[in-house]
């Protein structure tokens, strides 16, 4: 497993920005699929966005799709998501994680990704 801590959460207002970033201390990152969820209350953690182990791909859920951006830098074991024109309903705990299996081609479902983050808490009002 991959250790990772996430930061960048705070409370904000509507139409604004926040970058979140995920830390991993493993060199193991680097050959990992990783994700971001979020998990708001009386929800169930959903999908956030994604990106390939070597950042050549990404994958957004359609309610942030335009708003988000993931990027990685695999030089810094970090993996970010960077969120502007922030809304209400984007209020949730978000979580990073990691892929189990290295250089997966395709980014799985939420169950093949066995490390996570503690989560970093971002509340848009309105």
């Known amino acids: 497993q991959v250790q990772l801590v996430e930061s960048g959460g705070g409370l904000v207002q509507f139409g604004d920005s926040l970058r979140l970033s995920c830390a991993a201390s493993?060199?193991?990152?680097?050959?990992?699929?990783m994700a971001w969820f979020r998990q708001a209350p009386g929800y169930e953690r959903g999908f956030v966005a994604a990106i390939s182990w070597n950042g050549g791909r990404t994958y957004y859920a359609d309610s942030v799709k335009g708003r988000f951006t993931i990027s990685r830098d695999n030089a810094k074991n970090t993996v970010y998501l960077q969120m502007n024109s922030l809304k209400p309903e984007d209020t949730a705990v978000y979580y990073c994680?990691?892929?189990?299996?290295?250089?997966?081609?395709?980014?799985?479902?939420?169950?093949?990704?066995?490390?996570w983050g503690q989560g970093t808490q971002v509340t848009v009002s309105s």
């Open positions: 493993e060199l193991a990152f680097r050959t990992r699929n």
């Open positions: 994680a990691a892929d189990k299996r290295p250089f997966r081609t395709s980014v799985p479902g939420i169950s093949e990704f066995d490390s």
